[in-house]
């Protein structure tokens, strides 16, 4: 079955620090990837998705994500985290030809001042 | 552009009582999905309307339904509270296009006591 995995449940960088957030899905062919931001109590937003091209995604907010086909990895950086960064950071996937989305369960995101 | 829209913000209930969530997507979206996001769990797909048809439900019992009326705005219904159904309910939109990113609403915070 396709499933997405974020094996960090909890991590924590001090502000200014790099940071990279872990993405591995598990399907056969390439899918739609994406990355979403959820500040507490509030909805999703979306960061930045991958659908083909260039693997190396720019999106909001300064984060850049990195599909790796070899690895089945779409993993999340930052170069310098901002306090307001503090959040929880959900990757997820959309098989290619299906409107079926898989979330993974989520990284919480705490910077140290 | 107006976003998705969800309506009541927060809803305490009793155990045993029927909630009623609601949903407005974002205009020319005719895709609605439902997602429980209850405490340490991520999120967990509930439902997925198209065109006014379920077209796809999570692993959750009958007690959850919903429709999608002709203007495409949802309702999610919960019948028979029990208490593990206390959580954040999100509601997103998309055009029916596959790998499109998928657009949240705020959720709504349902407590059952």
């Known amino acids: 079955a396709q499933s997405v995995t974020q094996p960090d449940i909890h991590i924590t960088v001090s502000e200014g620090a790099s940071l990279e957030l872990r993405c591995n899905y598990s399907?056969?062919?390439?899918?739609?990837l994406f990355w979403y931001v959820q500040s507490p109590g509030q909805g999703l937003q979306l960061l930045l998705k991958?659908?083909?091209?260039?693997?190396l995604v720019q999106g909001i907010k300064g984060f850049e994500a990195e599909f790796k086909r070899s690895q089945s990895s779409f993993n999340l950086r930052k170069p310098s985290v901002h306090w307001s960064d503090a959040a929880e950071y959900f990757c997820?996937?959309?098989?290619?030809?299906?409107?079926?989305?898989?979330f993974g369960t989520g990284t919480r995101l705490k910077v140290l001042a | 552009e107006a976003g998705v829209t969800q309506s009541p913000t927060h809803l305490i209930k009793t155990r045993g009582q029927q909630a009623t969530l609601r949903c407005s997507p974002i205009?020319?979206?005719?895709?609605v999905y439902w997602y429980q996001q209850a405490l340490g769990l991520g999120l967990q797909f509930l439902l997925w309307?198209?065109?006014?048809?379920?077209?796809n439900r999570g692993n959750f019992p009958p007690r959850f339904s919903g429709r999608q009326f002709p203007n495409y705005s949802s309702e999610l219904n919960v019948n028979a509270l029990e208490l593990e159904d206390s959580a954040l309910y999100l509601c997103?939109?998309?055009?029916?296009?596959?790998?499109?990113?998928?657009?949240f609403g705020p959720g709504t915070r349902l407590t059952v006591l």
């Open positions: 997103a939109s998309s055009p029916r296009v596959t790998g499109n990113e998928q657009f």
């Open positions: 399907y056969g062919a390439t899918p739609y």
């Open positions: 991958y659908f083909s091209g260039d693997t």
């Open positions: 997820a996937v959309v098989i290619s030809g299906t409107y079926k989305y898989i």
């Open positions: 205009s020319g979206h005719t895709s």
């Open positions: 309307y198209d065109e006014g048809e379920e077209r």
